[in-house]
Nanobody
């Protein structure tokens, strides 16, 4: 089992920045691909970014490229999502997730473990 806890969400003005953290605990969590997803009110959960266990691959959703950056510190079992140039449409609950293997990192159903989510609200 892997337990995931997100933090760092909050209210920010458009154009601002936030850094989300996702701390993991449990068995060999550093071996897992870690992903960030988000879900806005009335919308389906969507892929944001992912990072493989050694950080060698970091795919992003097209709308986040150049604004968001994912990183990980395996010594702390923590993954980060740096979000810059935030827009009101980035408002959502952000979830981190973990899975074994690196295939299909954008596919929600491939992730076995999920955090509870952290709210990000961007005001205009």
């Amino acid at each position: 089992q892997v337990q995931l806890v997100e933090s760092g969400g909050g209210l920010v003005q458009a154009g601002g920045s936030l850094r989300l953290s996702c701390a993991a605990s449990g068995r060999t969590s550093s071996s897992y691909t870690r992903g960030w997803f988000r879900q806005a009110p009335g919308k389906e959960r969507e892929f944001v970014a992912a990072i493989t266990r050694n950080g060698g691959s970091t795919p992003y959703a097209d709308s986040m490229k150049g604004r968001f950056s994912i990183s990980r510190d395996n010594s702390k079992d923590t993954v980060y999502l740096q979000m810059n140039s935030l827009k009101p449409e980035d408002t959502a609950v952000y979830y981190c997730a973990a899975k074994l293997g690196s295939a299909l990192p954008q596919v929600i159903s491939t992730y076995a473990y999920w955090g509870q989510g952290t709210q990000v609200t961007v005001s205009s």
